[in-house]
């Protein structure tokens, strides 16, 4: 699926302009680093800089495949107190789980990129899921299992990509009870929160 080079080798990197060795400074400062012929001195908040960058990898448009391409457009990213906050989702086209709760090659593809673009640094990442609501009431409502089940879906997807188990700090589910819409049954609000924490972060 992701055949060829990855965006984020080191030589597709470097050919982007990304500073890819500032990438391995997450827990110094003050320290110069190389690229090509020029010397960058990292400044007194290197991890800020950090998640800027990996952010732009995020949220940037390879056009290595139309895969690739298509999956981009279900990620939103934001720097908080906590860490950067990667957000996947589901859209009216395209699903991170099918109806029976299976993980789509669109989440496999999305948790991919991911896994890669951590390893460039040893942060350790929260994994959340949320659900929209029903339109209907239930007695046993299943948001609370089905939003628990995919985060751990996603955990594994991690680990079968050699993504360190100790590295991934939390797993949880919300349910419905964190909407990312006014609409509460929209699909929109089905949606995945892997957080790469800042160092140091414990809760």
Do not use: C
């Not at 279900?74 to 099918?98: A, M, P, Q, W, Y």
């Not at 948001?143 to 879906?153: K, Q």
Request: aromatic fraction near 6%; charged fraction near 30%.
């Amino acid at each position: 699926m992701l055949s060829g080079d990855s965006l984020f080798s080191e030589e597709a990197l470097a050919h982007q302009g990304t500073p890819v060795k500032i990438l391995q400074l997450a827990e110094k400062t003050g320290e110069k680093v190389k690229s090509g012929d020029d010397e960058k001195q990292v400044g007194e908040n290197p991890e800020k800089e950090i998640f800027r960058t990996l952010e732009r990898m995020l949220n940037g448009r390879g056009g290595e495949s139309l895969v690739l391409e298509n999956a981009l457009k279900h990620i939103n990213t934001k720097e908080t107190d906590r860490g950067l906050i990667i957000e996947i989702f589901d859209t009216v086209d395209n699903s991170l789980f099918d109806s029976q709760g299976q993980f789509t090659p669109l989440l496999n593809t999305l948790i991919k990129m991911m896994s890669d673009v951590f390893e460039l640094v040893t942060n350790p990442i929260s994994i959340e899921g949320h659900i929209r609501s029903y339109p209907i009431v239930l007695k046993d409502k299943p948001v609370w299992r089905n939003s628990v089940e995919r985060a751990l879906i996603v955990q594994n997807l991690f680990t079968n990509y050699d993504f360190e188990r100790a590295r991934i700090h939390r797993v949880a589910g919300h349910a419905d009870r964190n909407l990312a819409t006014e609409s509460p049954t929209e699909i929109r609000n089905n949606r995945l929160e892997i957080t790469l924490l800042r160092t140091g972060y414990t809760q």
